[in-house]
């Protein structure tokens, strides 16, 4: 029995990384989760990074991923002006569930809280400083481990057909000083309040130490600027 609930477990995650982000496409819950570590690995933006002209943008904070997960994709639209599209994940609220015959969204609880923000080229400009001042255009080096239980800001940029990619765990970083995440923060129109960085332990999360109880708990490593699937 033991050896069957690990090889769920393990199945799992296999799935977890089977699928490739899509960004054209307006993803189920189900799909989103499929494609999550395409998604953090920024697959779509690599690819095509040195294809195009067009700088782009993802930053992804991960507030305890069972509690909080917000994400913010930039890229131009027309003109001067450039679109942040805002995703906002949290604990499934059921008293959202619609029943009602003539809607049938029985996935609305686990749909992420969209909000999109248009800012000007000045805007995008003080972002990129705000990375620049950040050091997030210089070589990486580092492993970084990013257990999904904490609290990281992972950014990745396509800058002049070059990709980045860099991540600020807490309490290594201290967020209040980080210029992005202070820039999100006031273009965020969602009313959705941040979580805020707190120590975690799956102990208190999950209210065991049985690791097999431990669902949707992975982790990811970032070598050296490049995004790896770690362990289940």
């Given at each position: 029995m033991l050896r069957f609930?690990?090889?769920?477990m393990i199945l799992n995650f296999l799935l977890l990384a089977a699928c490739s982000y899509n960004n054209k496409e307006d993803q189920s819950p189900l799909a989103r989760k499929l494609s999550w570590f395409s998604y953090l690995a920024s697959d779509d933006i690599r690819a095509n990074c040195g294809k195009t002209v067009v700088n782009q943008?993802?930053?992804v904070y991960n507030a305890m991923y069972l509690e909080q997960v917000r994400t913010y994709d930039l890229e131009p639209i027309r003109g001067n002006l450039?679109?942040?599209k805002m995703k906002i994940t949290q604990k499934a609220e059921l008293s959202l569930l619609e029943i009602d015959a003539k809607t049938m969204d029985?996935?609305?609880p686990w749909r992420p809280i969209k909000s999109n923000t248009d800012i000007r080229k000045i805007d995008v400009e003080l972002l990129t400083k705000s990375l620049e001042s950040g050091n997030f255009f210089?070589?990486?080096e580092s492993v970084t481990r990013l257990p999904s239980k904490d609290f990281y800001w992972l950014v990745t940029a396509c800058v002049s057909g070059v990709f980045f990619q860099r991540a600020y765990l807490w309490p290594e970083y201290n967020f209040d000083d980080?210029?992005?995440i202070s820039l999100l923060k006031s273009w965020d129109f969602s009313n959705i309040a941040y979580n805020p960085p707190r120590k975690t332990d799956l102990f208190n999360i999950y209210g065991t130490k049985d690791k097999e109880k431990y669902s949707n708990n992975f982790n990811v490593i970032l070598d050296k600027g490049t995004l790896l699937i770690g362990s289940p």
């Amino acid at each position: 029995m033991l050896r069957f609930i690990n090889y769920l477990m393990i199945l799992n995650f296999l799935l977890l990384a089977a699928c490739s982000y899509n960004n054209k496409e307006d993803q189920s819950p189900l799909a989103r989760k499929l494609s999550w570590f395409s998604y953090l690995a920024s697959d779509d933006i690599r690819a095509n990074c040195g294809k195009t002209v067009v700088n782009q943008f993802r930053f992804v904070y991960n507030a305890m991923y069972l509690e909080q997960v917000r994400t913010y994709d930039l890229e131009p639209i027309r003109g001067n002006l450039s679109r942040i599209k805002m995703k906002i994940t949290q604990k499934a609220e059921l008293s959202l569930l619609e029943i009602d015959a003539k809607t049938m969204d029985f996935l609305k609880p686990w749909r992420p809280i969209k909000s999109n923000t248009d800012i000007r080229k000045i805007d995008v400009e003080l972002l990129t400083k705000s990375l620049e001042s950040g050091n997030f255009f210089s070589p990486n080096e580092s492993v970084t481990r990013l257990p999904s239980k904490d609290f990281y800001w992972l950014v990745t940029a396509c800058v002049s057909g070059v990709f980045f990619q860099r991540a600020y765990l807490w309490p290594e970083y201290n967020f209040d000083d980080i210029g992005f995440i202070s820039l999100l923060k006031s273009w965020d129109f969602s009313n959705i309040a941040y979580n805020p960085p707190r120590k975690t332990d799956l102990f208190n999360i999950y209210g065991t130490k049985d690791k097999e109880k431990y669902s949707n708990n992975f982790n990811v490593i970032l070598d050296k600027g490049t995004l790896l699937i770690g362990s289940p």
